[in-house]
């Protein structure tokens, strides 16, 4: 996988409905120019997640993802920025399944977040 799809975390920024940010890490899996997320058994206080309801209220989303090493020459990261949707999408589990071996064996149980790549840019501390 190329990066950036091949990175195991970003953090997802979300904004609710007055204006104030939300950045939670997650795991995904794009495909296209689609970014995949789900909602999954990981310890939580609720289901009711602000990311989920933040979404509801205003979709635009931002996608960081980023590659730290003590080798500054090896920095990197990718910011998507894009339309989300909360969405049940069995596909979207797979792909996830497949990247993660952890949801291999217990596949998230959604709902899933489908994040429309609109623009991405990226930076690294190296052009090699």
């Given at each position: 996988?190329?990066?950036?799809?091949?990175?195991?975390?970003?953090?997802?920024?979300?904004?609710?409905?007055?204006?104030?940010?939300?950045?939670?890490?997650?795991?995904?899996?794009?495909?296209?120019?689609?970014?995949?997320?789900?909602?999954?058994?990981?310890?939580?206080?609720?289901?009711?997640?602000?990311?989920?309801?933040?979404i509801e209220?205003?979709?635009?989303?931002?996608?960081l993802i980023?590659?730290?090493?003590?080798?500054?020459?090896?920095?990197?990261?990718?910011?998507?920025?894009?339309?989300?949707?909360?969405?049940?999408?069995?596909?979207?589990?797979?792909?996830?399944?497949?990247?993660?071996?952890?949801?291999?064996?217990?596949?998230?149980?959604?709902?899933?977040?489908?994040?429309?790549?609109?623009?991405?840019?990226?930076?690294?501390?190296s052009p090699?």
């Open positions: 996988m190329p990066w950036p799809e091949d990175a195991r975390v970003a953090r997802l920024a979300t904004v609710d409905a007055t204006g104030r940010p939300h950045v939670v890490p997650i795991c995904f899996a794009i495909e296209g120019d689609t970014l995949y997320t789900a909602v999954d058994e990981k310890p939580k206080r609720t289901r009711r997640l602000r990311r989920l309801a933040n209220a205003n979709p635009v989303v931002e996608v980023d590659h730290y090493d003590e080798d500054w020459s090896r920095l990197r990261w990718a910011r998507l920025r894009g339309t989300a949707r909360i969405v049940e999408d069995r596909h979207a589990v797979e792909l996830l399944a497949a990247k993660y071996p952890q949801y291999q064996e217990e596949p998230p149980a959604g709902p899933v977040i489908a994040v429309a790549i609109e623009e991405q840019k990226e930076w690294t501390a090699s």
